[in-house]
């Protein structure tokens, strides 16, 4: 029985066996051609589907930056590669397209509607045909490059994708243009309408500082990438520097990529994935016979900043026309609600001003707040009194008697008082801003006490704010008694930004935290899941004392009830904080200071305005500022006054 079952299994798999080497036979030898003809005369073409970036909102969902759908009008290469060889004999590889067997065929006949396009376009767009003409020439000549960087590393002919992809020779058309072009296809040979998304910032000039702003990958990194390309290390495990990396995600050599700000920052969140199409086509007449496969594109994250764009509005309109910048920022958690900074630009027209901003002498792209490192003047004399009183190298019934003036080693530090302020102390020397007191602690003090808590507050570290291009600053090293005098009162090689002086005070409003400013508040997929909130990396408790604290915050008061910012009405909104005026070396030519918190019972906000290069002092400048500042921050303060 057994046997007789295995000569019909041994039977069926013979026959089985013999068909499947007839039908290799069959389709290897018989109908080879026929299937080398096809593969011939079809290709896969690969298309890349734009994923929409993510959108940004501050903090009570108003819309700061946005993906608008734009569209260009692309055409297709060997139309653009036909155009130029009729208009040029540069291009070696390809002058034969003009020569034809028959030579009774013009050139026409041989290459079929491949310059309709010109025409076409030139009537629908109402563009000249040079201008189109031109825009095919960079193409040509740019794949034409490239094409042959890769022959000579090759050693061979080679086709390369470039040569199969769709041009872009308008951008931004009308959609009644594009609907046009959509109904008549046929009428526009080897064009195409491809969808784009356009970056908008429907705020205009409001925090571009902050958010950034957004431009084409350049040639020089677009060389870099075709480089690695052609060396055959393309890989997504390559680390590179600045913005090559970007490449290997899926970035396209038109894309637009942040270049400052938020939409740098956070980039990689922010970009979203590119999609993917893959169509099989005719070779003869690029007709696609059927998409084999598509990989939908996958859009960015969005950015919820902390921001509040009313604030941050009521800011920049406080600023004014004053070089500077105004910061506002929670005294506890670190977010900041403002960052003022002027001179501004408008995001949406960077591209087209870039040129005649980068000249403008007053560097509108300078994010002030984090990028001006500057002397601090008497704003620095907190930190001073702190690393004086806890080293007890004074206490509170020290002190001194001001002339207007002191003197050592036959070096004379003025105050900036010229009649002086008599017989005062830490109380008082802090409310009206002492020179004198300060410059005489500094000689006890010295250079290395000095230094270390000044370290401790942060001076010349960055912050660590999620932004890019942050400044240190500088606490410089202090060899001698006269530089620890000149930095004890803020002058000399000490620099330090805006923000830095922000988290110091709100250091002292806080009950002695160093926290790290940030603008990130949450990051939220597609389906508004959150994905990531920011998590405090830069969080330091001083080791300041609480009766130190307190002599601290009750001079920080008197700055404004009967100090250097008295009269300026700040006392309504219990204020707390210090004015400064920083001396640049040049006559008349100041830097106006003034960092503070309210309220002072029940800090909330801290803040800080810097008016540079003004002919006034502290108070004078920014007094005024602030008042309208906290008018806007505590409305019922200003109702009840």
């Known amino acids: 029985m057994y046997p007789y079952r295995f000569k019909i299994t041994l039977i069926i798999f013979i026959v089985f066996f013999i068909g499947i080497v007839v039908r290799l036979f069959q389709l290897q030898i018989i109908?080879?051609?026929?299937?080398?003809?096809i593969s011939q005369n079809r290709r896969?073409?690969?298309?890349?589907?734009?994923?929409?970036?993510?959108?940004?909102?501050?903090?009570?969902?108003?819309?700061?930056a946005v993906d608008q759908h734009t569209f260009d009008i692309t055409v297709q290469y060997k139309n653009l590669l036909y155009c130029y060889v009729r208009n040029n004999n540069t291009v070696s590889r390809i002058a034969g397209m003009k020569a034809h067997k028959n030579e009774k065929k013009t050139c026409g006949e041989c290459h079929e509607n491949q310059d309709v396009w010109v025409e076409k376009l030139s009537q629908l767009l109402g563009v000249q045909q040079n201008k189109l003409l031109s825009h095919a020439k960079q193409v040509v000549e740019k794949v034409e490059r490239l094409k042959q960087n890769v022959e000579q590393k090759s050693g061979r002919a080679t086709r390369i994708k470039e040569e199969a992809a769709y041009y872009p020779i308008a951008s931004d058309v009308a959609?009644?243009?594009?609907?046009?072009?959509?109904?008549?296809?046929?009428?526009?040979?080897?064009?195409?309408?491809?969808?784009?998304?356009?970056?908008?910032?429907?705020?205009?000039?409001?925090?571009?500082?902050i958010l950034g702003y957004m431009s084409k990958l350049n040639e020089e990194e677009w060389k870099a990438y075709s480089d690695k390309w052609n060396n055959?290390?393309?890989?997504s495990n390559i680390k590179g520097t600045d913005i090559t990396p970007l490449l290997y995600d899926g970035y396209a050599e038109n894309d637009f990529i942040g270049r400052s700000g938020v939409e740098l920052q956070y980039e990689d969140e922010l970009h979203g994935e590119r999609g993917k199409r893959f169509e099989e086509i005719t070779c003869k007449n690029t007709q696609v016979e059927k998409?084999?496969?598509?990989?939908?594109?996958?859009?960015?994250?969005?950015?919820?900043?902390?921001?509040?764009?009313?604030?941050?509005?009521?800011?920049?309109?406080?600023?004014?026309?004053?070089?500077?910048?105004?910061?506002?920022?929670?005294?506890?958690?670190?977010?900041?609600?403002?960052?003022?900074?002027?001179?501004?630009?408008?995001?949406?027209d960077v591209n087209e001003d870039f040129s005649k901003l980068v000249k403008n002498p007053s560097k509108p792209f300078l994010n002030r707040a984090i990028q001006g490192a500057l002397p601090p003047g008497s704003i620095f004399k907190l930190i001073t009194a702190t690393a004086a009183l806890s080293t007890n190298r004074i206490n509170t019934q020290t002190t001194y008697e001001c002339h207007g003036y002191t003197n050592y080693k036959n070096i004379i530090f003025r105050c900036w008082s010229a009649y002086g302020h008599g017989l005062i102390a830490i109380q008082d020397a802090i409310p009206y801003s002492c020179n004198v007191f300060f410059l005489e602690t500094a000689k006890i003090l010295g250079g290395d006490p000095l230094y270390t808590w000044a370290k401790n507050f942060g001076i010349g570290e960055k912050t660590g704010i999620d932004l890019p291009y942050e400044k240190s600053g500088n606490m410089p090293k202090m060899m001698n008694t006269a530089t620890v005098m000149n930095v004890a009162i803020g002058q000399g090689a000490l620099l330090t930004t805006p923000l830095q002086l922000a988290r110091i005070y709100a250091a002292v409003a806080n009950g002695g935290t160093l926290i790290q400013p940030h603008l990130l508040l949450k990051l939220t997929n597609g389906q508004g899941e959150v994905v990531r909130l920011f998590k405090q990396e830069k969080k330091q408790k001083l080791s300041i004392q609480p009766a130190t604290l307190d002599t601290l915050r009750m001079a920080l008061l008197d700055v404004v009830t009967r100090g250097t910012a008295k009269n300026t009405g700040l006392e309504v909104y219990k204020v707390a904080g210090k004015t400064g005026t920083a001396e640049t070396g040049r006559q008349k030519d100041n830097h106006a200071w003034f960092v503070g918190y309210a309220p002072y019972d029940s800090p909330q906000y801290c803040f800080v305005i810097l008016v540079e290069h003004t002919p006034g002092h502290g108070a004078e400048i920014t007094g005024p500022i602030a008042r309208e500042l906290m008018s806007y921050l505590f409305p019922e303060l200003n109702e009840a006054s």
């Open 232 to 235: 055959f290390i393309l890989s």
């Open 44 to 64: 896969i073409a690969t298309y890349p589907l734009e994923a929409t970036r993510g959108t940004i909102f501050d903090r009570n969902g108003k819309i700061l």
């Open 291 to 348: 998409v084999i496969l598509e990989r939908p594109p996958v859009s960015g994250n969005d950015l919820y900043l902390t921001i509040d764009s009313q604030i941050q509005a009521y800011a920049e309109k406080s600023l004014g026309t004053n070089l500077g910048t105004i910061i506002v920022m929670d005294t506890w958690t670190g977010e900041i609600l403002a960052m003022a900074s002027y001179p501004r630009f408008n995001p949406n």
């Open 175 to 209: 959609w009644e243009k594009v609907i046009q072009i959509e109904i008549n296809q046929n009428s526009y040979p080897g064009i195409r309408v491809t969808p784009r998304p356009k970056r908008i910032y429907p705020q205009q000039e409001l925090a571009p500082h």
């Open 31 to 37: 109908e080879s051609n026929k299937y080398k003809g």
